[in-house]
């Protein structure tokens, strides 16, 4: 698995507190959906969901942005349907 992160999730990610190894975790480990044509993961992460959008070509994964959020149902939800 190769992580390129686009400057947009460098500030995002930086700003937000999110840790990399989080972002590969989640990439790794959560369902995927693409409701939008963009790749979205979730995971559970501290009472929250991490939610990274990205875009894969075979085994590069271009994280566009991630944020955590409260709203796990929304997300969780849309990953499950």
Do not use: W
């Amino acid at each position: 698995m190769i992580l390129i992160f686009s400057a947009h999730a460098r500030e995002r990610i930086k700003e937000r507190g999110i840790k990399q190894k989080d972002v590969k975790q989640c990439l790794l480990a959560s369902v995927v959906v693409s409701p939008t044509g963009e790749n979205i993961a979730v995971k559970r992460l501290n009472g929250k969901v991490l939610v990274v959008v990205f875009r894969k070509t075979g085994d590069i994964y271009f994280v566009i942005t991630a944020f955590a959020s409260s709203k796990s149902e929304k997300y969780l939800k849309t990953s499950i349907s």
